[in-house]
């Protein structure tokens, strides 16, 4: 029997997740771990554990999500870049680690906050700063 990823149970409400973005096929919602505030996981719907595997439509989809988002993010955090990673093994469902950043330091996941180490206040704030350039973007 299959168990629903975390992703899969935070697109379904089971779990609480910081939503920034949502379409049909690509949701995108703070990571718990972030290796600064903004950082943000893209996520197909489709519970598909490696993104090679995804179906090309879909990969286009989620890159058009994260260059949306990252764009978003610049904006949100005036960051001169977004960082975008795909790492695939922290959880069995493909996704795209988007966060603000000015170095190649900030992309070890070794300096990644805790969850319980993150002020809930600025990860609301962080959440509500890209959703709000994201509509500027729009």
């Known amino acids: 029997m299959h168990m629903a990823s975390v992703f899969t149970k935070i697109i379904n409400g089971e779990l609480p997740g910081r939503f920034v973005y949502r379409s049909e096929n690509v949701v995108a919602f703070l990571s718990i771990e972030p290796l600064t505030y903004g950082h943000t996981l893209v996520v197909p719907v489709a519970e598909v554990d490696r993104w090679t595997d995804l179906p090309q439509n879909i990969w286009s989809e989620v890159n058009e ?25 922290d959880v069995p469902h493909t996704h795209i680690h988007l ?35 994201l509509d500027g973007l729009v």
């Open 65 to 89: 999500a994260s260059q949306l988002i990252g764009n978003a993010i610049r904006t949100a955090f005036d960051a001169p870049r977004c960082g975008y990673i795909i790492a695939g093994f």
């Open 99 to 133: 966060f603000p950043t000015d170095k190649m330091a900030d992309y070890d996941f070794r300096n990644a906050m805790a969850a319980d180490a993150t002020d809930p206040a600025k990860m609301d704030e962080a959440a509500e700063k890209i959703r709000e350039a």
